[in-house]
Nanobody, 114 residues
Framework: VQLQASGGGSVQPGGSLRLSCAAA????????MGWYRRAPGKQREFVAN???????NYVDSVKGRFTISRDNAKRTVDLQMDSLKPEDTAVYYC?????????WGRGTLVTVSS
């Protein structure tokens, strides 16, 4: 299983970014896909996930600002991030579980700063 995240960058507070994660090596449509992040000096935390049935979950701090979506034909999961705040600064990782193992992408850096 391979996960490749992209789309990070630098943005001012209030701005938007869209992250994308491309997956290979699994039957993508059957798997829950998630986004996590690790802020400087903090532990990695859950951000959002989307199930095979397209149910979504979000950490409270991003509800109403972030939207997770998936495209099974393209085997991608996206995270649209709006109204970004400095506290959203982190390395963002996509993740899935396959045969009871966690698989992580390499991460993409998001910096929110004025």
């Amino acid at each position: 299983v391979q996960l490749q995240a992209s789309g990070g960058g630098s943005v001012q507070p209030g701005g938007s970014l869209r992250l994308s994660c491309a997956a290979a090596g699994l039957n993508f449509r059957l798997h829950t896909m998630g986004w996590y992040r690790r802020a400087p000096g903090k532990q990695r935390e859950f951000v959002a996930n989307i199930t095979s049935g397209r149910s979504t979950n979000y950490v409270d701090s991003v509800k109403g600002r972030f939207t997770i979506s998936r495209d099974n034909a393209k085997r991608t999961v996206d995270l649209q991030m709006d109204s970004l705040k400095p506290e959203d600064t982190a390395v963002y990782y996509c993740k899935t579980v396959y045969k009871d193992r966690d698989f992580w992408g390499r991460g993409t850096l998001v910096t929110v700063s004025s």
